[in-house]
Every structure is written in C-alpha cells, then in structure tokens.
Antibody, heavy 121, light 106 residues
Framework: EMQLVESGGGLVQPNGSLKLSCAASGFTFNTYDMSWVRQSPGKGLGLVAGISIKSYNYATFYADSVKGRFTISRDDSQSMVYLQMNNMKTEDTALYYC????????????WGPGTMVTVSS | DIQMTQSPASLSASLGETVTIECRASEDIYSNLAWYQQKPGNSPQLLIYDANSLADGVPSRFSGSGSGTQYSLKINSLQSEDVASYFCQQYNNYPTFGGGTKLELK
C-alpha cells in the first residue's frame, strides 16, 4: 500500500527554523516527483516546493513566498523527502502535506496525513 | 501565477441529486487540470486528472469536463459519502489551486 508519513511539525518562533521529513513506502519512490503542499484556513491549498527525480537532476521549484528560506531535498536510498524551513514567518503557519505525483505532471496522486506547523511567539 | 476561481464556494444538495462544481482559470490551461476531494479531518484525494480522466478507485459517478479556461466536476446520484470539500488545481504552469467548494447534504 502506498504510504506517505510526515513528521517534524510543531511550534516555532518567528525567524526560527524547522525541518520536516516525509517517509514514503509502497511505491517506486525514485520515479515520482515529490512536493510539499500546505493548507491554512486563510489561504487554502498552496504548493510550497517540489523536487523532481534524479534523471531530471533533482530539479526544484518553490513558491515565491518561500524562496530563499525553504529548501526541499530527497534521499532516494531512504525513500525520504525533506523540507528545511528557515527564517520562518507567522504566515507559514499551516498543515503541511507531503505529496507524490507521476513524473512530469504536477498533480498529486498521493498525500500524507500532514504535519502541523505553527509559527508564533 | 494562474488564478483558479471555483464556484460555488458552498453547495447544499439532496441524496441522489446531480451536482456540478465549476472552475475557471485566468488563462488557457490546456486541460492540465485536476480535481481533489477532501473529507473532514482527512487529506485531499485525487479524483480527476487531465480534466476528464478518473483516478484509480474513484467511483464512476464522478466525471470531469472542460477545456481552455472553463472546467467542471460533476457528481451523479449524490451519496452521503460524497460530503466533502472539492478543489481544482491547474498544472499547466506553476501549480495553483482553486479556493474550494464545500458540499453538504440538504
């Protein structure tokens, strides 16, 4: 069974850092594009960052609102994807989902249950 | 970024009814459109991709259509388990989502 499980969420102060992890299982991880999508009551769903596969040189892209602050990475040997979040802002508060999609089409076949991130002093 | 406008924002319908949700893109997205269902307390699940292709395991009462900038999701013979929020998402350019439609039973 295809599974994505996020971890690493929590409460962080403004300007702080947090690293999210996502463990994947039940599918051929290294053939899927991986992404982080967040959902907040005020702003709905939004793609935060995405990373492609090795044969596409692990190409990455980011939402304008997180460029220079967040970094997505993946470890194909461990079937893991990460989101390093630095210089966090209150508007980063959201439920963060790890998602997987078939190569090249950036819709999301599978979603994890999500991990909550709260940025507050 | 391409803006996705969904309507209506909320909808109340009876069991067995046919429901239609609309999604309009701010520019042509060439059928690069997906629909998701999100039940309360759960993560979104893919229903439709490429505007009209049913994802694995999705009941045939769900269907998608449209082209250019106008797309729709139709649910035939509404069931109680269809109570959820529905979101469209374009992936012709940097992926963006619609604001969602909350579907309730009348």
């Amino acid at each position: 069974e295809m599974q994505l499980v996020e971890s690493g969420g929590g409460l962080v102060q403004p300007n702080g850092s947090l690293k999210l992890s996502c463990a994947a299982s039940g599918f051929t991880f290294n053939t899927y594009d991986m992404s982080w999508v967040r959902q907040s009551p005020g702003k709905g769903l939004g793609l935060v960052a995405g990373i492609s596969i090795k044969s596409y040189n692990y190409a990455t892209f980011y939402a304008d609102s997180v460029k220079g602050r967040f970094t997505i990475s993946r470890d194909d040997s461990q079937s893991m994807v990460y989101l390093q979040m630095n210089n966090m802002k209150t508007e980063d508060t959201a439920l963060y989902y790890c998602t997987a999609g078939e190569l090249g089409d950036w819709y999301f076949d599978f979603w994890g249950p999500g991990t909550m991130v709260t940025v507050s002093s | 970024d391409i803006q996705m406008t969904q309507s209506p924002a909320s909808l109340s319908a009876s069991l067995g009814e046919t429901v239609t949700i609309e999604c309009r893109a701010s520019e042509d997205i060439y059928s690069n459109l997906a629909w998701y269902q999100q039940k309360p307390g759960n993560s979104p699940q893919l229903l439709i991709y490429d505007a009209n292709s049913l994802a694995d395991g999705v009941p045939s009462r769900f269907s998608g259509s449209g082209s250019g900038t106008q797309y729709s999701l139709k649910i035939n013979s509404l069931q109680s388990e269809d109570v959820a929020s529905y979101f469209c998402q374009q992936y012709n350019n940097y992926p963006t989502f619609g604001g969602g439609t909350k579907l309730e039973l009348k």
